[in-house]
DNA sequence: GGTGCTCCTTGACAATTATCAAACAGAGGA
DNA sequence: TCCTCTGTTTGATAATTGTCAAGGAGCACC
C-alpha cells in the first residue's frame, strides 16, 4: 500500500479516530490486492472473513435467488463493505464483484472485531457507519414500496444530478442494465421509463442525461429528504 | 414501572451487559406510557427524541410518500425501536402507531447516547442490535425484488410457520390489510395470491393458516436462510 | 471497410398487479 | 333481532411490468 493511500484510508470515518497503534495493527495484518473486472470477491452465504476497503475501481453489491439476480448497491473509492457481517460475524447477506480494475484493502475480520473491542473511538465509528447504512437501506425500501418504475428512475436521476455537482446535464453513473436491476425493473422497462419523462424535460443520449425542465422533473418527482437524502 | 418489567427490560440484549449505574441512569430518566389503540406515537421527519421500548401491546412502522402509506413492520413485546435515528441524532424514517392498547418506555435520545460514550458492553450492545436490523432490512429488500407477491406470501407464511411453532395450522399474527402492505401488495391482490396458493396445499379461514402439504408448498416458496432467517 | 461483439432499444404480446365497485361476513351495540 | 361498521372477498377492467424476438448503434479487432 502507498503512503497516499495509507492517509486516505486512515481519513475514513470509520477509522479516522481509532487510536494509532490499533489502526496499524489492522494495517499490518491486512492485504492489498489488485483485481481484474467481473472477479467474484465474496459470494453470498459465505463466512465473513475480511472487511473489504475499495481504494480504486468500483464495485458491484448483488443478491441472487432462484436464478434471479439483482443489484443492491454499487460501492466506490474510497469506502468499505460489508461490516455488517463481519461484525455479527456472520455470512455474507450480498455477493460481491468488480465492475473494473479495482484495487482494494482486506482486513481480516477477526482483527476487526478484537479492535473493535479495544478501541472505543473505532467501536463508536462502526456504530455511526451501521446505523448509517441501516438508514440508507430502509430509503430503499420505501422507494421500491412507495414508488412506481417511473418515479423511482425520476428519483434516482435527481440524485445523480445532486451528486454530480447539480448541473443540468450529467452522467448516468452506471451501465443502463445494472441500473435497471437496482431500480428493481428490467432494461426494457427502463428504456421505455426513459421515454415517460420525456414529457417532464428529460433526454437522455447514451449515458448523458439532460433536465431541460427542473422545475418540472421535480414536480413529477417529488423527492423527500427521507427518501433521496443519503448523507442524513 | 413494575419491577417485573424492570427485569425484563434489564434482560433485552440490549441492556443486559450493561453496568447497574448506567442502566439505573437509563431508567430514572425514562418515561413509561400507557397508549391506546392508533396512536401515532412517531412521525416520519421529526428529530428522534426518545428511544422506545415496548412492553405490552403491538406497534407498526409504517412510512408514507405522496399520500401513499406502506407497513414496514410490526413490533411486539418486548424489543426497542427506532435506534438508529436515536444513536445518529437523525430524523424518524419512519412513523409509529400502536396498533391495539400498548405500554411503552420512552428513553430520551440524549440519555441514550450519553450513556452509549461511556459504557463499553453497551456500545456493544447497540452494535450487534443496528447489524442485526441492517441485516434484516436487507433481507427485506431481497424479498421484495428478487420474488413475485405469490412468492413472497407463500414465504411469509413459512416464517409465521416457524415462528409459531411449527404445527401446520398456525395464526397470520396480523390484520390481512397490514399484511398485504407488508408484503407490499393491495388487499384485494392478497386475497387472490392466497387463493394461488391453493393448488400447493395452502387453506385460509379468516386469520387461522392450514398446510396440508409442507413438502409442496416448500418447493414453491424456495425458503432461504440469507432471505427468510430473521435469527443471523 | 468488414466482422463480431455487447449493449440498448423497439414492438408485440403475456403476465402480474392495481383500481373500482359491489357483495359478503362477522363483531358489537342499540 | 336488527343495524351498522369494518374488514375481506369477488368480479370486471385498466395500468403496469415482464418476456420474447428482432433490430440497431457503438466499438474493438482483423
Redesign the interface.
Known amino acids: 500500500m502507498s503512503k497516499s493511500e495509507h492517509r486516505e484510508v486512515r481519513e475514513l470515518d470509520l477509522f479516522a479516530e481509532m487510536e494509532e497503534k490499533n489502526f496499524q495493527a489492522l494495517m499490518r495484518g491486512s492485504y492489498v490486492q489488485n483485481f481484474p473486472p467481473q472477479i467474484e470477491l465474496i459470494t453470498?452465504?459465505e463466512p465473513s472473513d475480511f472487511l473489504h476497503v475499495i481504494l480504486t475501481g468500483s464495485v458491484e453489491l448483488f443478491?441472487?435467488?432462484?436464478r434471479?439476480e439483482?443489484s443492491?448497491a454499487t460501492v466506490r473509492p474510497i469506502s468499505t463493505f460489508i461490516?455488517?457481517?463481519t461484525?455479527?460475524d456472520?455470512?455474507y447477506?450480498?455477493s460481491a464483484r468488480t465492475l473494473e480494475k479495482s484495487r482494494i484493502i482486506l482486513l481480516p475480520s477477526q482483527d476487526v472485531r478484537d479492535i473493535?473491542?479495544i478501541d472505543?473511538h473505532f467501536?463508536?465509528a462502526?456504530?455511526?457507519e451501521?446505523?448509517?447504512?441501516?438508514?440508507t437501506?430502509?430509503?430503499?425500501?420505501?422507494d421500491?414500496?412507495?414508488?412506481t418504475s417511473l418515479e423511482r428512475l425520476a428519483n434516482h436521476l435527481l440524485r445523480q444530478q445532486s451528486r454530480a455537482g447539480g448541473a443540468s446535464t450529467f452522467d448516468l453513473a452506471s451501465e443502463k442494465r445494472r441500473l435497471a436491476s437496482f431500480l428493481?425493473m428490467t432494461p426494457e422497462n427502463l428504456s421505455r421509463a426513459f421515454k415517460g419523462l420525456q414529457p417532464y424535460g428529460v433526454t437522455v443520449d447514451g449515458s448523458r442525461v439532460t433536465i431541460t425542465d427542473q422545475a418540472d422533473i421535480e414536480r413529477f418527482a417529488?423527492p423527500?429528504?427521507?427518501?433521496d437524502d443519503h448523507s442524513?
Chains 1, 2 share one sequence.
Open positions: 453470498e452465504g443478491s441472487t435467488w432462484n434471479r439483482t443492491m461490516l455488517a457481517a461484525i455479527k456472520a455470512r447477506l450480498m473493535f473491542a472505543q467501536a463508536r462502526i456504530v455511526t451501521l446505523a448509517q447504512c441501516y438508514r437501506v430502509v430509503k430503499s425500501t420505501k421500491l414500496k412507495l414508488r428493481g417529488k423527500s429528504p427521507l427518501i442524513t
